[in-house]
């Protein structure tokens, strides 16, 4: 999924980081990531209570 991705890539980032704007920007990712965790996950639910859901997606 896209915003593991995006997840994963922030930590990696913020382990490997030598100054504060880098810092930044992987919080940014990192909180880009979550919120479009958050809100596919909530819409997947949305789609389940409609019947709507297929698995092989």
């Known amino acids: 999924m896209l915003a593991e991705r995006m997840i994963q890539l922030a930590d990696k980032g913020d382990d490997e980081r030598e ?9 940014m990712l990192r909180d880009s990531g979550y919120k479009i965790k958050q809100i596919a996950e909530a819409e997947k639910l949305k789609h389940i209570a409609k019947g709507w859901w297929d698995n092989h997606c």
Not at 19 to 25: E, M, N, P
């Open 19 to 27: 100054d504060t704007g880098c810092g930044i920007l992987y919080g």
